[in-house]
């Protein structure tokens, strides 16, 4: 795992690549360019049928692969799921951060993928965990999962940027924080709830950020990408 110093700034910039097909993801690529080296591939890509293709095109033009499918199943299921991905060119890949042998199958089985635990989705708030049962802040949520991604070899978490300053005085910088819900332009009204901006999620300690819609809904996304880049670089100088 690179310590997050040896982390160029280019490729802390993960873009969410949420679309339903090969040929929307291939006309991104393009669009994109150098602009973006990491690139996040999900749940709706997966549905739509072409998820191996993009993965295999993504790792054809040299880009690194984030697996965002969210693995959450018994033990067994999850560890087959994370050992057949890993023989693929992906760098991460996230499980829900649930039981601890669920954890400990998946960290098992990883081999050199790199696994992020999902502790609170960034459109989830208090409220949102108070009618699932779960207690405390989103916050405190988080620490304590990610307490148990830890324990169990897991490399890294997926959290809000405004979790991060609880999160590092907890656990220090042991696990890698890639943040989702980035908003350069500040809050927004999405179904994102907990969001923060492109120097606050470094100042606060992420590792990587997930950028979409800022950049896909922007006039010329290429050019939103090369400036939140910028940002990254001003923001970890």
Sequence with gaps: MPTPTAIPARDR?????????????????????????FYK????????????????ELARRGKKIFADL???????????????????????????????AMLEAAAAAKGSLQLLAVTVLTSNDADDLAALGVAG?????????????????????????????RLRAALGRDLLAVCPGIRPAGPSTDDQKRTVDVPTAFAQGADFIVVGRPIRNAPDPRAAAAAITGQIERAIA
């Design 41 to 56: 591939i999900g749940l709706e890509l997966l549905s739509g049928g072409d998820y191996f293709h993009v993965l295999d």
């Design 137 to 165: 802040e989103p916050a405190e949520v988080v620490i304590r999962r990610a307490r148990l991604a830890k324990a169990a070899g897991i490399d890294g978490v997926v959290c809000s940027g405004a979790d991060l300053p």
């Design 70 to 100: 969210k693995f959450h199943d018994v033990p067994a299921t999850v560890a087959g799921a994370v050992h057949g991905l890993a023989q693929r060119p992906a760098t991460f890949a996230t499980i829900h951060c649930d039981s601890r």
């Design 13 to 37: 910039l993960i873009f969410a690549l949420d679309v339903p097909d090969r040929a929307s993801a291939v006309a991104w690529m393009d669009r994109l360019g150098e602009a973006v080296s």
